[in-house]
């Protein structure tokens, strides 16, 4: 059984499109969450991830666009908020809104969280990981953090696949993952996209320059 593992699409339908493009074949995908936010395209993205049928877990921007509550945001993550609230549509809002926090699946092999069992904003990084936050499943897939990693454990693994559409560890690549759940094994994956596309976008789209800058910069 192999696993496509995506998080932290944030409106980035070309980063997706390269995601999805690049990664072999696979028996199931899942997605933890943020699939908008930031960058321009949060339409194409729901509608990506809605025709797929991918399993998916509510981000906090995701909550954010959903609930229209992006006052605790920076000024880039509230651009990103106000941008999907402006374009997408009563439907695909509801969508977003209906997300649970957590999700159980393939028979209970793979639990899907945003950002920590007990905490779906809580920020946990690659060396937090740790057995305390796996239960029965063999597998434990969270986001948030946008920094690409995995922990192997006797209970299990504990991985975050890394950022689609907004890297936070130093390469800008789009970051995903495999798991094949038969052989305990993680494949961490990046893959080259068009950042210039992107970037130009973000100008017409009238959203900040930096978030732009930072897909440059993995960071």
């Known amino acids: 059984m192999r696993v496509g593992l995506v998080s932290d699409i944030h409106s980035n339908r070309v980063a997706l499109e390269a995601v999805l493009e690049d990664m072999p074949a696979v028996d199931a995908l899942a997605c933890v969450g943020d699939v908008v936010g930031y960058n321009p395209w949060p339409a194409e993205c729901v509608d990506a991830v809605r025709e797929r049928e991918i399993p998916t877990v509510m981000g906090n921007h995701d909550r954010a666009v959903a609930e229209d509550t992006a006052f605790r945001f920076n000024s880039m993550a509230r651009a990103g908020v106000e941008h999907a609230r402006r374009v997408l ?3 695909r809002l509801e969508w977003l809104g209906a ?13 899907l969280v945003h950002g920590h069992p007990d905490d779906p904003d809580r920020y946990t990084y690659p060396e937090e990981f740790s057995a305390s936050m796996l239960d029965d499943e063999e597998l434990l897939v969270l986001g948030h953090t946008h920094v690409q990693g995995h922990e192997r454990f006797e209970e299990g693994i504990v991985c975050n696949p890394g950022s689609v559409g907004q890297p936070r560890d130093g390469d800008p690549r789009a970051a995903y993952a495999i798991a094949d759940l038969d052989a ?3 494949e961490e994956r990046r893959v080259e996209y068009d950042v210039d596309a992107v970037a130009d976008a973000v100008e017409r789209a009238g959203l900040p320059e930096s978030i732009a800058r ?6």
């Open 89 to 91: 549509d009563d439907d």
């Open 214 to 219: 930072r897909l440059y910069e993995g960071r």
């Open 184 to 186: 305990r094994e993680i």
């Open 99 to 111: 997300l649970p926090d957590e999700r159980t699946v393939l028979d209970g092999r793979v639990k």
